[in-house]
Nanobody, 125 residues
Framework: QAQLVESGGGLVQAGGSLRLSCAASGRPFSSKLMGWFRQAPGMEREFVAAITWFPRTYYSDSVKGRFTISRDNAKNTVYLQMNSLKPEDTAVYYC???????????????????WGQGTQVTVSS
């Protein structure tokens, strides 16, 4: 059973940066797709970014140009570098992984097979 553990969240001022990490453990991890989602209070969980094994990256329009997703396959770890943070980026950030093939980029919660417990990111104005 794969496990995902996020870290790196915290409180930062608007315009600042944070780097989130997602470490995979439990078994050798070679997921086809790893992603980051976020969920603000009272809101649906939304897609932020994803990265394939090769890697190829995908971003939501709201973070494109500010966030960078990367992965270190040797360490079974995925990162989310977040720059130019805004108060509207405040949310719990979740790491997710998908082992199945896909035709259209998976961006919905139920399209991923594994989830971490989340890490809080708070951006003050």
């Amino acid at each position: 059973q794969a496990q995902l553990v996020e870290s790196g969240g915290g409180l930062v001022q608007a315009g600042g940066s944070l780097r989130l990490s997602c470490a995979a453990s439990g078994r050798p991890f070679s997921s086809k797709l790893m992603g980051w989602f976020r969920q603000a209070p009272g809101m649906e969980r939304e897609f932020v970014a994803a990265i394939t094994w090769f890697p190829r990256t995908y971003y939501s329009d709201s973070v494109k140009g500010r966030f960078t997703i990367s992965r270190d396959n040797a360490k079974n770890t995925v990162y989310l570098q977040m720059n130019s943070l805004k108060p509207e980026d405040t949310a719990v950030y979740y790491c997710a992984a998908r082992d199945r093939d896909w035709i259209r980029l998976p961006t919905m919660r139920d399209e991923y097979d594994y989830w971490g417990q989340g890490t809080q990111v708070t951006v003050s104005s």
